[in-house]
T-cell receptor
Framework: DVKVTQSSRYLVKRTGEKVFLECVQD?????MFWYRQDPGLGLRLIYF???????EKGDIPEGYSVSREKKERFSLILESASTNQTSMYLCASSFPLAGGANEQFFGPGTRLTVL | GEDVEQSLFLSVREGDSSVINCTYTDSSSTYLYWYKQEPGAGLQLLTY?????DMKQDQRLTVLLNKKDKHLSLRIADTQTGDSAIYFCAEILDAGNMLTFGGGTRLMVKP
C-alpha cells in the first residue's frame, strides 16, 4: 500500500515562528503536493514538486516555501507564521493511472494552530 | 478560469440513495474525480471518470457526467452510516498534474 506520512497530526506555534511541515512517501512518486484545507473552501494548492529540487507555485504560495532535496520527502516551510495560516495542511503524492489519469494519495493531515 | 462548486451539506437516511452534485466551469477538463474524507483522515480516491464518458458504475457508486452542462454527480446507493464523510469533486485539465478541488459536500447519514 502507498503510504504518505506527515510529521505531526497537531501543531501549535506562535506568530513569527518558523514552522516546518514534513511529508514522506514510500512509493517513489515523482509528483508531490502541499494543500491547505479550510471549511467551505475545499483544498487549495500551495506548492507542488514534479522532481527533486523542482517546485512550482500553486494557487496560494504567499507566505510559504518548499524544499525537495530527496524524492521521498517534500517539506513545507512557513518562514514567519501568522494567525491566518491556521489551517489543516495536507500533503499528497501522485501516481499515473491507466489512460493518463492521476491518482493523488493523501497523508492524514497536520492541523496547525498559530497563536 | 477554473472553478469547481459543490453544495455544502447533504443529509439522508440510512438505506436511501445519496446524490452529490458538482459543477465546473473549465471545458478542457480531462478527468474528474470524487474523493472521500472521513473525520480526522486524509482524502481517499473513490472513483474517477474520463471526460469522454457519460457514466461510470462501481458497486454502490454511480458517476454521471454531463459535459454539455459541466455537471458531475456521485450517486451512492443504499447509503450506510459509514458513508458519512466529506466528498470532494476535483478536475484535472489537459494532461496536467494539478487537481482543482470543489469546496466539499458533507454527507450525514441518519440511522
Amino acid at each position: 500500500d502507498v503510504k504518505v506520512t506527515q510529521s505531526s497530526r497537531y501543531l501549535v506555534k506562535r506568530t513569527g515562528e518558523k514552522v516546518f511541515l514534513e511529508c514522506v512517501q514510500d512509493m517513489d512518486h515523482e509528483n508531490m503536493f502541499w494543500y491547505r484545507q479550510d471549511p467551505g473552501l475545499g483544498l487549495r494548492l500551495i506548492y507542488f514538486s514534479y522532481d527533486v529540487k523542482m517546485k512550482e507555485k500553486g494557487d496560494i504560495p504567499e507566505g510559504y516555501s518548499v524544499s525537495r532535496e530527496k524524492k521521498e520527502r517534500f517539506s513545507l516551510i512557513l518562514e514567519s507564521a501568522s494567525t491566518n495560516q491556521t489551517s489543516m495542511y495536507l500533503c499528497a503524492s501522485s501516481f499515473p493511472l491507466a489512460g493518463g489519469a492521476n491518482e493523488q494519495f493523501f497523508g492524514p493531515g497536520t492541523r496547525l494552530t498559530v497563536l | 478560469g477554473e472553478d469547481v462548486e459543490q453544495s455544502l451539506f447533504l443529509s439522508v437516511r440510512e438505506g436511501d440513495s445519496s446524490v452529490i452534485n458538482c459543477t465546473y466551469t473549465d471545458s478542457s477538463s480531462t478527468y474528474l474525480y470524487w474523493y472521500k474524507q472521513e473525520p480526522g483522515a486524509g482524502l481517499q480516491l473513490l472513483t474517477y471518470i474520463f471526460s469522454n464518458m457519460d457514466m461510470k458504475q462501481d458497486q454502490r457508486l454511480t458517476v454521471l457526467l454531463n459535459k454539455k452542462d459541466k455537471h458531475l454527480s456521485l450517486r451512492i446507493a443504499d447509503t450506510q452510516t459509514g458513508d458519512s464523510a466529506i466528498y470532494f469533486c476535483a478536475e484535472i485539465l489537459d494532461a496536467g498534474n494539478m487537481l482543482t478541488f470543489g469546496g466539499g459536500t458533507r454527507l450525514m447519514v441518519k440511522p
